[in-house]
Nanobody, 122 residues
């Protein structure tokens, strides 16, 4: 079992950047596909991006070209670099771990962090 803790959220202005971190403990993340999701108030949780064990990435169309997922297995940490932030990126951001080969829906993930809030002002 793996425990996940997100950090790095905050309040930024439109166009600015943030880097979120997801620190894992209990097991090495090299065993997992790692994903990022977000949930805005009144909306369902949505997929943001994923990175596989072989470092293949995939992104939601809404963030493609602006967000980058990376992993450092030696530090047991996954990152979400967010550039050119927009007000519609405001949400609670979660990282998650999956034992599948690839996972882009929340139901495919086995472990979740508590989330970190990102707020983008206009």
């Amino acid at each position: 079992q793996v425990q996940l803790v997100e950090s790095g959220g905050g309040l930024v202005q439109t166009g600015e950047s943030l880097r979120l971190s997801c620190a894992a403990s209990g097991r090495t993340i090299s065993s997992y596909v790692m994903g990022w999701f977000r949930q805005a108030p009144g909306k369902e949780r949505e997929f943001v991006g994923v990175i596989t064990r072989s470092v293949v990435t995939s992104y939601a169309d809404s963030v493609k070209g602006r967000f980058t997922v990376s992993r450092d297995d030696a530090k047991n940490t996954v990152y979400l670099q967010m550039n050119s932030l927009k007000p519609e990126d405001t949400a609670l951001y979660y990282c998650a771990a999956s034992t599948r080969i690839i996972a882009t829906t929340s139901r495919q993930y086995d472990y979740w962090g508590q989330g970190t809030q990102v707020t983008v002002s206009s």
